[in-house]
Every structure is written in C-alpha cells, then in structure tokens.
C-alpha cells in the first residue's frame, strides 16, 4: 500500500492501519447527561414517531404467542422451544410470548470491512453503534424492548430483546467489545440477506433500524433507476413495520483529500488502483462518482418507504437524529390531517 505523506495525517493512518477495537469509549459514545436533555426537551413531541399502538393496559411478560423463529443456542430458552413447528420443520424453532404494552424496536447493525473506515477519530462502524445508542434511549419506554443483530460477512449474530436502561447499556457494550472483521474476510452474507433475515425472525409489527454505509461489494452501478440488491428485502420490511435506515459515512468518502497518490482498495473484494489525489481533475471525478453514489442511495431508500438519516463521521450524531425526528414529526402532522372541511 503505498500513500505520500501529507500535513492531513488523519485520513492517511486510516488507510494505512485498520482498527483493532473501538474507537471511542462507551461513556462518549451514549452521554447520559446530554441524552437525558435530550428525553424531556424532544421525546414528548416524539411518541406519535418512535412509539406504536399499545396492545394491552398494563406492563408484564405477556401471555398470547407470537410467531415461532429458528432457536439460538445458548441465547434462546429451550423452555420455550415450539415442538410442534420443530417436528413439521425438522429445525429446532422457539415461539416467544407477546408481551402487553410493549413496543420492540429492533436494530441491525451491519459490521462488514466496509464500516471499518474513519478519518474523523471514529469509524463508521461506531458511529453506527452511537446512533443505536440515540434511538434506543429516545425510545426507551416502560415495557418496552430494544434487541440487535450484527451483521457479519459469514453469520447473523443476534443480541436478545430486552427492556430497560441498564439492558440497553449492555447491548451497546457487546455491539462495542464485538471483534472487528478484518479486510477480506470469509463469508458471502450481504446486506440484502440480512434486511431478510430480519423481516423473517420478527414478524410481529414493530420498529426496524438499519444501519449501514449500504455500500454492496462490486457494485458500481451509479444509475438511481436500477435499483440496489437490498432495496426489494427493504421493501418487504416496511410493509409491516416502521423502518428507519441510518446510513453512515465518512467525509473522506465524499470529498477526497489532496494526499498525492494513493492505493484505493476494497475492503471486501480483490479490488485496487493507484490513484493520484493532487490531481484536481481525478479528485473531482472521484466526488462526482461519489455523490451519485449516495444518491441512488437515498433515491431507492425512498422508493422502499424507508426513513432516511445520513450521519457523517465528522458531525454530531445526536443533533442529526434530533433534527430529522423533529421534522419527520412535522411531516407527519400534515400527512395525518383530515380532508378539507372534515373534523377528526
């Protein structure tokens, strides 16, 4: 890998020496104190957002059955295995209780090489986890649970649903302490494999956040048109549920920085090109390709129903959240108003 060096050390030890582990601490990545100031100045103006219809009275474990699911050794209850879909799937499956007054909120988190990158002192993948950590307590409610699944590029790993602050602290340290994927891993697991896994496991309605660069490996389409491969598995998601798709970035992948020739390579493929980065013309192409890049993004994230919020590495995440909340909220007031003429 070759790189000249420059007066900008920050994008160039990104590329020249992948994290080992988390970049910031869980302390900054959920401040107590800032998001409690945030919770009663935003969330009351939020519930009609972050929270659905409640289906009993009071708060409990619940009794009615929901829909069965493939067990999870050592995360699953054998107690609760289904014997009946079990025999007829000849695959151990699991039926859990639905519980009254209780929203689940589920976040995938996708954790492939792409999402080890960052310029900005955090990489993509943590600020994935930072913005998870914004939702989960914005919607944090009592009764209500909040459970995850990593993505990896050869396995789903699934994080239990569980209610409460201390449980949501606890998430965020697995998401944190999970082992980076190193570059060109082994696996064949995508992002459109993973939005089907999840609309599959939980089929009650509830709340679904996706967060990913949603970069697909030797994709250069750049054409809004033709569509991503997970925008279909998208689409399904959101025809039962509430779907809220945070894409992250880094600055560097939108705006090039003038580091003399460097050696692009793909964290998840073979492939690799020198480019040189002091030429205005190369670097404008690159930003050119890039925008249209994110565009097409944000062009099939629409068309699939979805909720849009793009965080960038060199940004505050909490006001990002907050802002787009707010106006999602607004949006949403105008959308639900009656007819001309009609009263509520």
């Not at 590329?15 to 107590?32: W, Y």
């Not at 493939?70 to 879909?85: C, E, H, L, S, T």
């Not at 494999?193 to 389409?221: C, H, P």
Request: positive net charge; contains cysteine.
């Amino acid at each position: 890998m070759g790189l000249v060096p420059s007066k900008d050390p920050g994008a160039a030890t990104s590329v020249l020496r992948a994290p080992t582990g988390p970049t910031v601490p869980l302390s900054k990545l959920a401040p107590e104190a800032a998001l409690r100031r945030l919770e009663l100045t935003i969330v009351r103006r939020l519930e009609g957002f972050l929270h659905g219809d409640h289906l009993g009275l009071l708060p409990g474990p619940g009794s009615d059955t929901n829909d069965a699911r493939i067990y999870q050794p050592g995360q699953d209850d054998v107690r609760k295995m289904d014997w009946a879909v079990t025999a007829r799937t000849t695959v151990p499956h699991v039926r859990d209780t639905m519980a009254d007054r209780e929203l689940e909120v589920w976040a995938l988190l996708d954790v492939t090489p792409s999402m080890n990158w960052g310029t900005e002192g955090i990489t993509k993948r943590d600020l994935g986890i930072a913005a998870i950590a914004t939702i989960g307590f914005l919607s944090q409610k009592m009764g209500d649970r909040f459970g995850g699944m990593l993505m990896k590029p050869d396995e789903m790993k699934r994080l239990q649903a569980r209610s409460g602050r201390t449980a949501l602290y606890g998430l965020l340290r697995k998401m944190l302490t999970e082992p980076i994927v190193p570059d060109n891993g082994p696996g064949n697991f995508e992002l459109a494999d993973g939005i089907e896994q999840l609309s599959r496991s939980y089929r009650r309605r509830g709340m679904r956040v996706v967060v990913s660069d949603f970069l697909t490996a030797g994709d250069r389409e750049l054409d809004p048109d033709v569509p991503p491969p997970w925008e279909r598995a998208l689409r399904r998601l959101s025809v039962r549920n509430q779907v809220l798709c945070i894409e992250v970035v880094d600055r560097h992948e939108l705006e090039f920085p003038d580091v003399g020739e460097m050696l692009i390579r793909d964290p998840e493929t073979s492939f690799m090109r020198y480019i040189n980065t002091s030429d205005t013309a190369a670097r404008h192409r690159m930003d050119a390709a890039s925008k249209a890049q994110r565009e097409r993004i944000k062009t099939s994230l629409r068309r699939a129903g979805a909720g849009h919020i793009q965080l960038r590495t060199d940004r505050d995440w909490v006001a990002d959240i907050a802002r787009f909340v707010l106006n999602y909220r607004r949006v949403a007031g105008m959308l639900h108003q009656p007819p001309q003429g009609v009263s509520k």
